[in-house]
C-alpha cells in the first residue's frame, strides 16, 4: 500500500525518511505507515518570493564589486594613456604647430631671399622642393632631411637639426638659432 507526505501529499515510497517532493522529515507510525491521504494535514504554503532588496544574494555580489573593479581599472588605463600621449606631444614626441603652417620667406637683408613652405602633414618646401618633414619639440623647431640630401651629406651626418624658435611682430616673424646665435629670421608671406 502506497505511503504519502503529511505535509504536501506526494506519494512516498516505503524506507524513506525524507518527502522527495517538500522535503519534510517523514514520522514513522507506530504500524510503520505514514499517514493515509485521508488523514493528511493541508500543505505548507509555498516558500514567499524575495523583494527587490533580498534578491542580492551574496553569490551576486562578488560579480557585482568584480564589475566595478573592471570599470574603474579600464577607467584608470584610459587616464594613464591620455597623460602618456600628452607628455609624448609636450616633451619629444614631435608635434605640428599650426603657427608655422605656411609660406614664409628669409631675407639675408640683400636681394636673394629664400622661400619656405611649411606644409599641416609635417613636410616642408624650400624654394620649391621638397627637402625635408619638421616638427616641434617643446621650444624647438626640428627638421628631418631626406633622401635628397643622403647624396651631399657625409657619412653619420646628423639627420635631424633642431633650432631654438621666438615669435615676434604678432607672429608674422619667427627667428630660428642654436646656441643662441640667430640663424633664421623668417616673415610669413
Known sequence: MPNFCPSC???????????LSCGAKLQL???????????????????????SQESITPATQ?????????MSLIAIIAVI???????????GGGVIDNRFVGE??????G???????????????????DLASWNVKGNQLCFKTNEFWDEFMPEGTLDEVCYNFEFSNGGNTVTLSINGSENFILTKK
Open 111 to 129: 636681394v636673394m631671399t629664400i622661400d619656405w613652405t611649411f606644409k599641416s602633414d609635417g613636410s616642408m618646401e624650400i624654394m620649391g622642393m
Open 81 to 91: 594613456i591620455i597623460i602618456v600621449v600628452i607628455v609624448f606631444m609636450f616633451t
Open 29 to 51: 507510525e507506530s504500524t510503520n505507515e505514514l499517514s493515509k491521504p485521508e488523514e493528511q494535514v493541508a500543505p505548507a504554503p509555498p516558500p514567499q518570493q524575495p523583494n
Open 104 to 109: 614664409w620667406e628669409q631675407s639675408d637683408g
Open 9 to 19: 501529499g506526494a506519494k512516498v515510497d516505503e524506507g524513506y525518511k525524507f518527502c
Open 62 to 70: 562578488p560579480r557585482r564589486l568584480n564589475k566595478i573593479l573592471l
